[in-house]
């Protein structure tokens, strides 16, 4: 599966970005995705995923309430709209995918990885 992920940029903190993520493949509606990232210094992290029935979603529980994970199957593609951005969220952002029934907060779990793109936010 190969993933392409946009829409990072700079914002001021208190601001918004939407992250997409579009697939090449032809069976997008078998995977579930990911998002994860990571900031200068520090190991790759979880922020939220969400399952091919597009019904189960899940959130680290530093972008809950502020960060919404959905999904189009018709354009292969998924979105991470976040809000209330925080200089803390600050990292490249990277889209995954995984076969269903795996863990989705495990980055073992997920076996195709987007390029990433870079979210900063000033303060």
């Known amino acids: 599966v190969q993933l392409q992920a946009s829409g990072g940029g700079l914002v001021q903190a208190g601001g918004s970005l939407r992250l997409s993520c579009t697939a090449s493949?032809?069976?997008?509606?078998?995977?579930?995705m990911g998002w994860f990232r990571q900031a200068p210094g520090k190991e790759r992290e979880f922020v939220s995923a969400i399952a091919r029935n597009r019904f189960i979603t899940s959130y680290a529980d530093s972008v809950k309430g502020r960060f919404t994970i959905f999904r189009d199957d018709m354009k292969n593609t998924v979105y991470l709209q976040m809000n209330s951005l925080e200089p803390d969220d600050t990292a490249v952002y990277y889209c995954?995918?995984?076969?269903?029934?795996?863990?989705?907060?495990?980055?073992?779990?997920?076996?195709?990885w987007g390029q990433g793109t870079q979210v900063t936010v000033s303060s």
């Open positions: 995954a995918a995984r076969d269903p029934g795996s863990q989705a907060t495990i980055l073992g779990s997920y076996h195709s």
């Open positions: 493949v032809r069976a997008f509606r078998w995977y579930s």
